[in-house]
């Protein structure tokens, strides 16, 4: 999720889990600290743009090390503060801001290396957006009411409310995504599609309307789905995956790697100049992906370093179209 986001949930996991027992100034400082820190590892260059992609929520998401490190940032803030007869509950309030923070993160689509270093499998439910008011609002006007109020109880009682409002929203988000995923898959037999994979994913800033990707050997099947619309049917619009290309360089390091990261979501493509050039087709819709990846020349794939070819929408049309979209009007796919 993003920052403001982490920071809120960690700040209000925190005042949560001290209540009276320390200032509540103090529990939502360090709660923003631990809600942040997993993230510091975006600064990290590993000297190659898919790398700083799939490494990007790796050790520094992982439950096991984070669990390892709660008692170590417990002890400094407990000795800074002169609470060191509050270890163990600071150890157990920052150590639930750290490892939410990730979980939070799997909830996306993105991929979160959750079990390192037992597994460097990504997880990633794909049921809420990276950015979404409806789940980061109640967090922060729960913390904000827990920091203003002159009636402590209260205030804990707001900001209590505002870590059940948030949390009921990420399960509608689920539920939500399991019923489109029914829709979906009804769709794609009523059309004759035999999907391989079928992602199911809220569009920007939402969870009423939602993207599909559905892929085969040869071509990959985008649709929209939302709550409002009259029907439980779905337009699908085939695009191809470079079928011929997967199978001359599919078995390149780079490309097994960013097709594992993905699970299998992907399409290559040959640039009018010789290069080749990879997309990962979770994040971003017909024709603009986020992440885009020239691999090097198709005589010599990973022989240099990639580059990233981010492709972003105008954000005044992508909008609109977007909302009309969601109110169920069939019309341009939402960009």
Same mark, same amino acid.
């Given at each position: ?25 103090? &529990? &939502? ?5 631990? #809600?942040?820190?997993?993230? %510091? ?13 799939? /490494? ?41 801001? /750290? ?15 959750? /079990? %390192? ?29 827990? %920091? ?26 689920? =539920? &939500? ?10 769709? /794609? ?7 391989? #994979?079928? %992602? ?83 994040? #971003? ?10 691999? #090097?020349?198709?005589? &010599? ?14 954000? =005044? ?19």
């Amino acid at each position: 999720m993003d920052s403001l986001t982490q920071i809120a949930l960690g700040s209000a996991v925190v005042v949560a889990t001290m209540g009276r027992r320390t200032a509540v100034w103090k &529990a &939502a400082m360090w709660g923003a600290v631990a #809600g942040t820190l997993p993230d %510091l590892d975006a600064f990290i260059d590993h000297g190659d743009a898919m790398l700083n992609m799939v /490494l990007h929520r790796g050790e520094s998401h992982a439950l096991f090390y984070l669990t390892l490190f709660a008692p170590l940032l417990a002890w400094l803030v407990a000795w800074v503060h002169g609470e060191s007869a509050l270890f163990r509950r600071w150890t157990l309030a920052l150590w639930l801001a /750290l490892i939410t923070h990730p979980l939070l993160d799997a909830m996306t689509l993105y991929g979160t290396q959750l /079990l %390192l270093p037992f597994t460097n499998h990504p997880y990633g439910v794909g049921s809420v957006f990276i950015i979404d008011l409806a789940y980061t609002l109640p967090l922060i006007v729960g913390t904000v009411a827990a %920091l203003r109020m002159k009636d402590l109880a209260r205030g804990l009682r707001w900001n209590a409310m505002g870590l059940v409002l948030s949390t009921a929203y990420l399960a509608w988000g689920v =539920g &939500a995504q399991w019923q489109v995923e029914r829709i979906a898959r009804a769709s /794609l037999q009523q059309a004759g599609i035999e999907a391989e #994979g079928l %992602l199911v994913t809220p569009t920007p800033f939402n969870t009423v309307l939602w993207r599909l990707v559905a892929t085969t050997p040869t071509q990959y099947h985008e649709g929209f789905y939302s709550f409002m619309d009259a029907t439980p049917t779905v337009r699908w619009t085939a695009h191809p995956r470079g079928a011929e290309l997967m199978t001359q360089h599919g078995q390149a390091e780079r490309v097994a790697r960013l097709a594992a990261f993905t699970h299998g979501f992907y399409r290559l493509a040959a640039t009018p100049d010789g290069q080749l050039r990879i997309t990962d087709l979770r994040m #971003g819709q017909e024709p603009d992906y986020t992440f885009n990846f020239d691999l #090097g020349p198709l005589s &010599a794939v990973g022989s240099v370093p990639t580059q990233h070819m981010s492709q972003r929408p105008d954000v =005044g049309p992508a909008l609109s179209q977007l909302w009309t979209r969601l109110q169920g009007h069939d019309g341009p796919s939402p960009r």
